[in-house]
Structure formats: structure tokens, C-alpha cells
């Protein structure tokens, strides 16, 4: 299974466009130790030729330009190495790029109901779509099933998708979000390729690590997981906000009861690679001579960069 992280930052990118915390300040003027990031993507693939996108960020055009493998194969006049897209949840960071995907066959989705329903009634996806492409929606399984290309036949890969605490986008407006805080509205993907027998989780955004959680991110080779904070009130500290990291529904990076502390007392030495990625503008961690960032790789843990690349 070869694995390509398309974009590593959360919404807005790194730097926002908008925002001059010290973190964006330093991001943009080229500091040491710093890098531009695009919002939050990968793809993944069991042969190198079919691909299938993880989300589909507003900047998906720009990473499938940068990545030769999803782009038209030579002698061809249009194509794309692009099979279908998982979605994770409806967030706009990483559903917006679904309309920039506009020109090619019908669209493949992999979503939930309660996914396909937010971008159906918020976003009107399936009605703007549906006169240029189209889409073709797939269930994700809740246990092992043949992830398939377009056409049908085998990827060479195995998919589940697991239920994550987590609530409609906001666009869907607040008398909504509270009555549909159901399950389904946010999962992970668990990838098996059924060559090696490589395993990936895919984790970009969730707000608590349940038993489950832990249970399927510990059996499993490699981990792309959610780094949106570092700490809970990380952006009121920054001063560009107020909101708390958990009412936002992301489980912070560092603190006793954060992800990077969870994920050191996981037993034995799997995930090999544990990477955070969809990464807010504001996280120290993006900066690599910051404390943050020492901890991350003291607890053996690595901090994603747009075009990394995994071969499990």
C-alpha cells in the first residue's frame, strides 16, 4: 500500500490567509524549521496507478498537480489516476474540493448517510453535480470489504469505516447540529492491502479516542491522526478566538489526557508510524525547533508534511 499525504494543515491551511499568530508569522516569512501546508488530504493506493483521495480539501486541484500519479497517464487527451473519494465527515476542508472535481466521469463517494445528508441538504452537492458529473454514492462497510475502483473490479485493497463521536458541520445551522448529533456524522477508515497485509488508520479528525478506537489504531502499522491543537484552549491563548478545542471536536495533541500521551501508553510497538496531520495554523508543533515538537518526537510520533510518502 503506498500512501501520499496530499495536505497536512486544518482548515484555512498553514499559513491562514488572514491570521498573523506568531506560528503564521513565522510559516510566512520562510523561518527555519517551517513549511506551507495545504488543507488536510491524502491518497492511498495497493498498485501505484489506482488512486483513491482521503477528503477532498478546497485545494485538492493543486495537490493532484503536484502528484504525477493522479494526473491524466501520457498520450492521453483527459483521465485521472483518481478511483473514487472517502470522506470522513462533511467538514468544508474536507468536502469543498468535491466541486472542484467536477469535470471528469461520475463522481464515486464513499460516505454515510448521515455525511450524504449534510452534503445534500447544506451544501447541495448531489443537485450541483448531478449536471456535471454526477455521482455515484457507496456505503463504506462497517467491517472488511474489497474497496473497488470505478469500474468495478478490485483494488488490491480491504476498507472499514468506525463510528467517532462527532456532530454535522456547522453550515448545517445550530438548531440542526444539536438534534443530528447521531453516529455516523464523523468515522475513521481502517485500510488493508491484501498483498503484505499492510494496515492504515485514518484519523484526521476526533474528538475523543475511545476503547475501540484504541483498540484498531494499536493493530494496525501505520496511523494518520488528528494534530488540529496542541492544547485545549489553544486558540484563546493565540488570541484569535475563544472556542475550545473539544466544542470544535478535536481531542488536543499534548496534555495528560491528550492524544500524544494516549497514544504512548498503547502497548507493544504498533501503530510503526504514528503521524499527525490536519494541523490548525496556530499548533506549535508546525514549528520544528519548538518544545511541542520535541515532545512529539521524544514519544516517537512524527508530524506530517504535505508529499510525504508511506509504503506499508
Not at 484552549?233 to 499534548?254: D, F, I, Y
Request: with cysteine; hydrophobic share 40%; glycine share 12%.
Amino acid at each position: 500500500m503506498r500512501v501520499r499525504l496530499l495536505g497536512t494543515a486544518a482548515g484555512g491551511g498553514s499559513p491562514q490567509w488572514n491570521c498573523g499568530c506568531s506560528t503564521c508569522r513565522a510559516v510566512r516569512s520562510n523561518a527555519p524549521g517551517t513549511v506551507p501546508r495545504t488543507q488536510s488530504g491524502a491518497a492511498l493506493s495497493a498498485d501505484g496507478i489506482r488512486w483513491f483521495l482521503l477528503n477532498a480539501s478546497p485545494d485538492v486541484r493543486i495537490q493532484i498537480e503536484g502528484f504525477e500519479p493522479l494526473l491524466p497517464a501520457d498520450g492521453n487527451v483527459r483521465g485521472t489516476g483518481v478511483e473514487g473519494v472517502l470522506i470522513t465527515n462533511a467538514d468544508l476542508d474536507h468536502t469543498l474540493g468535491l466541486f472542484q472535481l467536477r469535470e471528469g466521469c461520475p463522481l464515486n463517494i464513499h460516505a454515510t448517510q448521515s455525511v450524504r445528508r449534510a452534503l445534500t441538504e447544506g451544501l447541495s452537492l448531489e443537485s450541483v453535480l448531478s449536471r456535471y458529473c454526477g455521482i455515484v454514492w457507496h456505503t463504506p462497510p462497517a467491517s472488511p470489504a474489497p474497496l473497488l475502483c470505478a469500474d468495478g473490479s478490485p483494488s488490491g485493497l480491504l476498507y472499514e469505516a468506525f463510528t467517532l463521536p462527532g456532530k454535522p458541520p456547522r453550515y448545517m445551522g445550530v438548531q440542526k447540529v444539536e438534534a443530528e448529533a447521531s453516529r455516523g456524522n464523523c468515522v475513521g477508515y481502517r485500510f488493508f492491502d491484501q498483498a503484505t497485509g499492510g494496515s492504515l488508520v485514518f484519523l484526521p479528525d476526533t474528538a475523543v479516542l475511545t476503547e475501540d478506537t484504541l483498540a484498531k489504531m494499536q493493530d494496525c502499522d501505520a496511523l494518520l491522526i488528528d494534530g488540529t491543537f496542541w492544547s485545549e484552549n489553544e486558540m484563546e491563548l493565540m488570541g484569535v478566538g475563544s472556542t475550545p478545542a473539544a466544542q470544535m471536536g478535536h481531542l488536543p495533541v499534548g496534555g495528560d489526557t491528550g492524544s500524544l500521551a494516549q497514544l504512548a501508553a498503547l502497548p507493544g510497538r504498533r501503530p510503526a508510524r504514528r503521524i499527525f496531520m490536519h494541523i490548525n495554523n496556530t499548533n506549535p508543533i508546525l514549528l520544528a525547533d519548538s518544545p511541542e515538537r520535541a515532545d512529539v518526537e521524544a514519544a516517537g510520533c512524527e508530524v506530517g508534511f504535505d508529499g510525504m510518502e508511506l509504503v506499508i
